[in-house]
């Protein structure tokens, strides 16, 4: 029986890979947290990168799921082989997973072109350095699989070579009507969603973004999700000073309260696309036409399936063969036939 090793990072991208895991019964499963090589691995295990999906509250919020949900756990990939390797980032390839067959699955919205990201593409620095906005450079996977024709542009854009790109949609967010009916017991308000930007040392003005909610908001009731890696006690005063009585919710079922909301507003956050295939209206750091242009194909809740109908065609080659131009024509032929998976 083949090994698969799902490499996992936030609580998303370890839902995401354990969707795409129910669908290989026929697979040996094995998730691992996140983890680097080399000078990156070292700095992580000193705990100087724990804002990252590297240590800190991810890698806690992914070993207490993994745990929960039964998963068995190889750390690192190191107790065995694999025959086929799934990741949600490719800002950092492990070495050990080089001579797998991989596949990267495409998480959620990436972050804007910058400055840095240009230097990232055009020196060749390491793709980390720009956050999710490199995701898909490096080349090194096998297939791409992301969440709709809009992404598929981009990423090609970008430089990402057509021919690896599947549009399979995404898990967890290629169903989004049946978040629907849900027990929230709220509904009619303004949603804010905030993000962890400057836990990831990025820029956030965070009192004129509360500011700038209360104009929009015009007097109609707010509710707060924070988001999981942020800190929850300044985020709780800085609310409070602008909206002394909203209820705030440091978890919960995201997709529910935004099911529910008649306003969503967030800054660069992949909520934002929920918000677009469940047709809200959408304040956010994109403009509308490009956010429903990138929002997540829907498709009743396939996406793992076909993601991983792909990771069976691709153990069906030989690895030579595969990384071949006749097992590219092979491959190619294979995602023709998504629709009817």
Known sequence: ?????????????????????????????????????????????????????????????????????????????????????????????????????????????????????RLVRYLKLPRYLANTAATGLSDAYDLFCVASPGYRDLFIRKGVRREKIAVTGIPNF?????????????????????????????????????????????????????????????????????????????????AHMVANCDLLVTQHSTVSLLGAALGKPVITDLDAGTLKRLAPIQNGGSSARRIAYLGRQLLQMPLVELRSAKGRRAIRRKLRLLDAV
């Open 1 to 117: 029986m083949p090994n698969a090793l799902f490499i996992c990072g936030s609580l998303n991208q370890t839902r995401i890979m354990h969707s795409i895991s129910t669908q290989l019964a026929e697979v040996d499963c094995y998730f691992t947290p996140f983890y680097a090589d080399g000078i990156v691995g070292l700095v992580s295990r000193l705990g100087w990168l724990d804002f990252s999906i590297l240590g800190g509250q991810h890698r806690r919020s992914t070993q207490k799921y993994l745990i929960d949900q039964g998963l068995r756990m190889d750390y690192e990939g190191k107790s065995r082989s694999y025959d086929l390797v799934f990741t949600c980032t490719d800002l950092i390839i492990q070495r050990n997973i080089l001579k797998s067959r991989l596949i990267l699955v495409q998480e959620g919205i990436t972050d804007p072109e910058t400055w840095l990201y």
């Open 174 to 254: 290629d169903d989004v009507n049946s978040y629907r009916n849900n027990p929230f017991p709220y509904s009619g308000y303004v949603l804010v969603t905030t993000t962890s930007l400057r836990e990831t040392l990025k820029p956030d003005d965070r009192m004129g973004f509360l500011r700038k909610t209360r104009q929009l908001a015009d007097g109609k009731p707010v509710i707060f999700k924070l988001h999981p890696n942020e800190n929850f006690e300044r985020a709780e005063r800085e609310i409070r000073r602008i909206f002394p009585d909203a209820p705030i919710f440091r978890d919960g079922n995201t």
